[in-house]
């Protein structure tokens, strides 16, 4: 039985994951960022002891999704765009000390590809991408059935790479990221920016707006054209540097997919000349509201069953050691 926790800038969820993958427990919070990291772990521990009351079992692990950027190797969080202020608290620490048991902490887009990996849409496949979109654009990159990690075990930040450098500001610093184009925010920012003050359209949210392109509102449908060419043009660069058997989409922008996908499909075709993208699935995150904490609990699964039970010590060369053949 395995505790999961799933960390994000407005809510966290914790819960209890049997080992099938189903969630006997479930609870959350208000993450409440500004009143800092000790504060919401502090929470997550009540919750956790909870849930795992309510569901009349011991844990026998914890694993905890968080955006990042993070160490997952020491379970140290970097400077979280979200979770301003938290830079250099350690949950893995706080927990495992809370709790006794062994303890592992992952990028949450990451996360999330091993919970698909394991139990959803990712199933049969060895390599494939995982991309969340909603408030930003994550992405997890799946080799071999393990997550890629670049040097000193760090996430490739695939959100980031760059479409436009002519592009709106990005919350990392640079201009005309997949993410500052094409996360949730972006169709808010230019809805608001190009569409006519007589539409009403001032500030709604990604939701909200794709509820009204499937209401035919003409400025909403516009939005929702420009959001599924840039998805497109994404994946389409992501198709072209790897070639995977799939990519799974998750993330909320993602709930109303139907909206986007023949376009992104087309656009996907028109620029990707040297792969066979038409072999690339394209298919949906499967294990919908509870993806978070799932993929959470098979971080711990992930990280301390992989090697035969082996705790952390295969992990530690595999990803921290010099490169041999
Ligand atoms: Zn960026």
């Keep these: 039985m395995i505790g999961g926790v799933d960390i994000g800038g407005t809510k966290i969820a914790v819960g209890v994951v049997d080992p099938s993958g189903c969630v006997l427990a479930r609870d959350e919070c208000a993450t409440d960022a500004q009143r800092g990291f000790e504060h919401a772990m502090r929470q997550v521990t009540t919750l956790l002891h909870q849930c795992a009351e309510r569901a009349k079992v011991k844990l026998d692990g914890i694993g905890i999704g968080c955006a990042g950027p993070l160490d997952s190797a020491t379970g140290t969080l970097g400077n979280v765009n979200n979770l301003p202020g938290w830079k250099g608290g350690n949950p893995v620490d706080f927990v495992s000390r809370e709790f006794g048991v062994a303890t592992a902490l992952e990028n949450d887009a990451d996360a999330a590809a091993l919970g698909e990996l394991r139990w959803g849409t990712g199933r049969p496949k060895m390599r494939f991408l995982y991309v969340t979109v909603g408030t930003g654009i994550g992405a997890s990159v799946i080799l071999n059935g393990k997550v890629y990690r670049g040097v000193?075990?760090?996430?490739?930040?695939?959100?980031?790479?760059?479409?436009?450098?002519?592009?709106?500001?990005?919350?990392?610093?640079?201009?005309?990221?997949?993410?500052?184009?094409?996360?949730?925010?972006?169709?808010?920012?230019?809805?608001?920016?190009?569409?006519?003050?007589?539409?009403?359209?001032?500030?709604?949210?990604?939701?909200?707006?794709?509820?009204?392109?499937?209401?035919?509102?003409?400025?909403?449908?516009?939005?929702?054209?420009?959001?599924?060419?840039?998805?497109?043009?994404?994946?389409?660069?992501?198709?072209?540097?790897?070639?995977?058997?799939?990519?799974?989409?998750?993330g909320s922008v993602m709930k109303s997919a139907h909206l986007f996908l023949d376009r992104m499909r087309e656009v996907m075709r028109q620029n990707c000349r040297l792969v066979p993208a038409d072999r690339v699935e394209i298919t949906l995150a499967s294990l919908g509201a509870d993806a978070g904490l799932i993929g959470a609990a098979q971080v711990w699964h992930d990280r301390f069953e992989r090697h035969g039970g082996e705790v952390g010590h295969e992990y530690a060369s595999d990803h921290r050691g010099p490169v041999s053949s």
Aim: hydrophobic fraction near 35%; charged fraction near 20%.
């Design 152 to 250: 000193d075990g760090c996430h490739p930040e695939i959100g980031h790479h760059i479409i436009d450098p002519s592009g709106p500001p990005c919350t990392c610093g640079v201009r005309g990221c997949w993410e500052s184009l094409a996360a949730g925010p972006a169709m808010t920012e230019w809805l608001r920016k190009h569409s006519p003050a007589t539409c009403a359209n001032g500030n709604l949210s990604a939701r909200e707006i794709c509820a009204r392109a499937q209401d035919s509102e003409e400025w909403a449908q516009r939005a929702v054209e420009r959001e599924a060419y840039y998805l497109g043009l994404g994946l389409a660069n992501l198709i072209t540097l790897f070639a995977p058997e799939a990519i799974v989409l998750g």
